[in-house]
């Protein structure tokens, strides 16, 4: 996905290369370079003025090492300080001290939100753990369909409401076209984490309702979802293709929810992507995974360190 960004600042420092000593205009050329290369790639423009002033400071500043070139020195300060707005330290999901641990996942529809539930479910199996994925998302009558499916390659089992009896509600959730919902995602949610408790599974995953933009009634519902299951971790799921919108949609999803950590999806994509690496310095919340396709293994554990040594290599 970062192809054409790392291809750019690969460049960049190959004009630095041979130089004995980088004069203050030859960091400033190389700091326009990148700041053009970051936001081509649409990192937020924030993040890229953030990025380039430290780039800029240390790099004029006293760092001195022996062991360096002075293009050397650019590039180890130019890795650090993406690894520092991509999160710095590697984080994953932290275990409810007594389970079960309860992860939410919330994201717009279409993100790659049931697909990572299964991924999630099978890396969680894959260490020992027993998790339970519970279908929430009861906006699309389909979503629960899928979410069983996912559940059955994954091999993972699913809590679902039955048809007919959806959480014993009849809820109504906002007015107007395509916001009735079929059931009520609250007592769904806290019926499957009481299933868990009853038949011992020590991880429970909350597939939630995404509508295809930010709203107030998903939103809301998210919400209320979050306050009643007080759950050990909220995961965003962002699709990184979105481009720009991804900004504005983590930052709402943000307010709204109150996220944990980040899960971008969709990096096998060609998209430019630079703004879902924005996320993690614009909310202060860790990218945890990465999802890179269909297939529910194709899903790993996000390093900012090594992402870093991806796009600069
Ligand atoms: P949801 O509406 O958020 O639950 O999104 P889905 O899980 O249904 O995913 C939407 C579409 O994106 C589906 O066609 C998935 O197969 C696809 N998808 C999900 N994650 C990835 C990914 O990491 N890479 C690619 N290429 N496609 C993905």
Known sequence: MFASLSDRLTATFKNLRGKGRLSESDVNSTIRDIRLA???????????????SSVRERALGAEVSQALNPAQQVVK??????????????????????????????GLQGSGKTTFAGKLGKWLKDQGHTPLLVAAD?????????????????????????????????????????????????????????????????????????????????????????????????????DAMIGQAAVETAQAFH???????????????????????SVAELTGEPIMFASTGEKVTDVEVFHPDRMASRILD
Do not use: C, W
């Open 38 to 52: 970051l936001l081509d790639a649409d990192v937020a423009l924030p993040v890229v003025k953030r990025f380039t």
């Open 77 to 106: 300060i130019v890795q650090e300080e993406l690894v520092a707005i991509l999160g710095g330290q590697t984080r994953t999901i932290r275990f409810a001290k007594q389970p079960p641990t309860v992860i939410m996942l919330a």
């Open 138 to 238: 009861l906006q699309r009558p389909n979503a629960v369909t899928q979410l069983e499916v996912v559940g059955e390659r994954a091999g993972i089992p699913v809590f679902a409401p039955e048809r007919g009896n959806m959480g014993g509600h009849d809820a109504v959730l906002g007015s107007g076209e395509g916001t009735r919902s079929f059931g009520d995602p609250v007592a769904v949610s806290q019926m499957g984490i009481e299933q868990a408790r009853a038949k011992q599974y020590d991880v429970v995953i909350v597939d939630t309702a995404g509508r295809l933009a930010v709203d107030a009634n998903l939103m809301q519902q998210a919400s209320d979802i979050r306050t009643a299951i007080s759950p050990d971790e909220v995961l965003f799921v962002l």
């Open 255 to 277: 307010e709204g929810v109150a996220f944990t950590g980040v899960v971008l999806s969709k990096l096998d994509g060609d998209a430019r992507g630079g703004a879902a690496l």
